[in-house]
């Protein structure tokens, strides 16, 4: 099996692109897929789903994350780092990636530099997955981490604003297919869905309308226990994996195998 590259990317924030991408990354695992999982974004949520606040900070100050690895050419191989979960890789971020729009501004092809800093382990076939967590604004950074991606997942907050703003994300994406013409949007995945109101069923009728844009077939409820386990640092698949959560996230992980495997 190839190596599949899938970007979790919503300009929004709050979006559920952490939540989502450190639950996929674990039901992938759990399903025996290898993983890796990079954290491209300053608030380090993705390193905090798998790390305490300590481990994150010493990972944030090192000489090996997606910082350096951006912008001081570190290896790859260097930034990578076992968690403590089988199959699970993480490529930890930094806090100084809150410099990075700047930093990449003066950078000779500033638009793929990840995407040529990943290249090794891309093609090496140790992974069956990486996944990607990108902030939250349409900036360089995130182009970079769409121009090395095979796929986006567009996680929605199902809320009355979830869908202001999709319209510029698409855009952006458009704009990305110059660079990446393969970039494929995998889905969109509907989450924070709450079911004491009727407004998600809004929000998925929205999306039906919108041409060509695949929704995922499973929705993503609210769960606190989502919430405990991010607090205990852990992906909730594996915090509470009878949770609804977790089984949501296996169902979309499944639907994943298999939108990839049949491209
Ligand atoms: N299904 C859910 N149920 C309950 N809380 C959730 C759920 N999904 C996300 N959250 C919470 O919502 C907040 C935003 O989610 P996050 O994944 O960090 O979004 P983003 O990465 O798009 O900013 C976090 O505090 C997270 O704990
Ligand atoms: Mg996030």
């Known amino acids: ?6 970007a979790f990317a919503n300009n929004k924030g709050g979006s559920g692109k952490s939540t989502s991408c450190s639950s996929v990354a674990a039901a992938l695992a759990k399903q025996g897929k290898r993983v890796l999982c990079v954290d491209g974004d300053m608030q380090l949520n993705l390193t905090l789903s798998f790390f305490d606040e300590e481990q994150a900070f010493a990972f ?15 290896p790859a191989r260097a930034c990578i780092r076992k968690t403590p979960y089988e199959n699970i890789h993480l490529l930890p971020s930094s806090t100084l990636m809150s410099g990075v729009e700047y930093e990449l501004f003066t950078k000779w092809q500033r638009e793929t530099i990840l995407r040529r800093a990943l290249e090794e382990v891309r093609t090496s076939g140790d992974y069956d997955y990486i996944l ?12 970079n981490i769409l121009a090395c991606a095979d796929h986006l997942i567009v996680p929605l907050e199902a809320s009355p604003w979830g869908l202001f ?7 952006f994406v458009e704009s990305v297919r110059s660079i990446n013409a393969s970039l494929s949007l995998l889905g969109v995945l509907v989450t924070k869905v709450d079911t004491r109101k009727n407004y998600y069923k809004q929000t998925i009728e929205d999306l039906g309308r919108l041409e060509g844009v695949h929704v995922f077939g499973e ?8 919430e405990w386990a991010q607090d205990n640092s852990k992906p909730v698949v594996f915090y ?7 089984k949501e996230f296996a169902t979309v992980a499944a639907e994943i195998i298999a939108l990839c495997e049949k491209k």
Not at 240 to 246: E, F, I
């Open 165 to 171: 703003g999709l319209a510029n994300m698409f855009d």
């Open 1 to 6: 099996m190839n190596t599949e590259v899938i």
């Open 219 to 226: 929705v993503i409820r609210l769960d606190s226990s989502i």
């Open 240 to 246: 509470r994996p009878s949770s609804r959560a977790s």
């Open 60 to 74: 944030a100050k090192s000489e090996h994350n997606t910082y350096t690895l951006l912008v001081k050419d570190a």
């Open 132 to 143: 990607i967590d990108a902030p939250p604004n349409l900036g360089c950074l995130v182009m």
